[in-house]
């Protein structure tokens, strides 16, 4: 019975101890998840690690083939999406030496449009393997010697005439004649139009890095050279009539052509701003400048300006050549001038608004 009691007794004892020491753990594991959960809330939030996601980029292969013949030429591989046109006839002069980019035409279909060098492959391909058509463009020069070498011409060629080199007048008759004041004021005014362009060319203008063929250098070069020599041989020659109304009629359309010449002027200036060239290009708007607040009546002011400095310029020498070469200037400019206003109605309508395209209220 003793022993019996005393085993009893132990094991209340054990009973008890293991309840305590569990009792302590816990208020342990409390205390401890109570100074986590602390920690965890002044640390602030859990940053996520972020996760790396290796891009595998994407390759074509453009088939390059003959327009005419439908041919192969070569295989341009290895061309990445975000590669241009310009980047393909880079690697396509590669691989053919003989056709420089500037002559190379791509195109999407047979006797389709030609592919601007800006655009992507990306957004022309439907596959992996893109298929485009090669056309020789034949000799090309650029834009800015296409400019230089017409304005350039004209102006030396006036010249020319002006001074009454030999061979071209007699030079009897022409010592005998005094030059009447048109004559020398004629020769200035038309300086002043092709030293600007040629200036504006230079320095104002953003002339196109494309090229154009060498046949577009000849008929420009050969309709400025060919009027300039027919009108300067007519208001330079020794029997040269001057204007019926004198002195008066040449002071007004002379003042009438520098006024449109200033004009021209600032308005290929305002045109010329980043903000009103390339595909994000806003509509231009008149500032301070009077000779801009021509955009609030026509959206092609530039054009305005030089059909009034040439009928100015007619006005004041009264001659045919130049009425004949003013006539032709306004057909082509008015082309110009509503080409690219139908182009302004469809990006800047809320801005056209009764605005013509060249002559106020008329065209």
């Known amino acids: 019975m003793f022993k019996r009691h005393k085993s009893l007794a132990s094991e209340r004892k054990r009973e008890l101890f293991s309840r305590g020491a569990t009792r302590s753990i816990l208020k342990n594991d409390l205390r401890n998840f109570h100074c986590l959960s602390h920690f965890v809330l002044s640390a602030g939030p859990l940053k996520s690690i972020p ?22 030429i070569c295989i341009v ?10 980047d393909v006839k880079q690697k396509f002069h590669k691989a053919c030496p003989k056709w420089y980019p500037s002559r190379v035409g791509l195109q999407l279909e047979r006797g389709g449009p030609f592919l601007k060098d800006y655009i992507t492959i990306q957004s022309i391909a439907t596959s992996s393997i893109v298929t485009l058509y090669f056309t020789d463009l034949g000799q090309q020069v650029s834009w800015t010697t296409v400019f230089l070498a017409e304005y350039t011409g004209p102006l030396l060629i006036y010249l020319l ?9 007699d030079m009897k008759e ?10 020398h004021v004629a020769c ?11 200036l504006e060319t230079l320095f104002v203008h953003k002339v196109s890095a494309g090229h154009t063929p060498l046949k577009n250098l000849i008929k420009g070069c050969a309709f400025y050279w060919g009027f300039t020599s027919w009108i300067a041989y007519y208001i330079n020659h020794p029997q040269y009539t001057p204007p019926s109304f004198g002195n008066r009629q040449v002071t007004i359309s002379a003042i009438n052509f520098l006024i ?8 290929n200036v305002i045109l ?52 004949i070469f003013t006539l032709l200037m306004s057909i082509q400019m008015s082309l110009w001038a509503q080409k690219k206003h139908k182009i302004y109605l469809k990006k800047f309508n809320s801005y056209m608004h009764r605005k013509s395209a060249m002559i106020p209220f008329i065209l």
């Open 77 to 86: 591989d290895k061309v990445i999406q975000t590669s241009t046109i310009h």
């Open 188 to 198: 200035f005014c038309h300086c002043i139009h092709y030293i600007r362009y040629l």
């Open 272 to 323: 010329s701003h980043p903000n009103h060239t390339g595909v994000n290009a806003c509509f231009p708007s008149p500032n301070y400048n009077p000779f801009t607040w021509m955009f609030f009546l026509v959206s092609c002011p530039n054009y305005t300006y030089e059909i009034g400095s040439w009928i100015s310029f007619t006005v004041m020498t009264q001659t045919l050549p130049v009425g």
């Open 260 to 267: 449109c010449e200033a004009g021209n002027h600032f308005i």
């Open 51 to 72: 996760v790396v996601k290796h891009s595998k980029t994407t390759h074509f292969e453009i088939e390059v083939l003959d327009a005419q013949t439908r041919k192969q």
């Open 174 to 183: 022409s010592s005998r004649r005094l030059r009447h004041p048109v004559v």
């Open 161 to 169: 005439f002006y001074l009454r080199i030999p061979y071209i007048y």
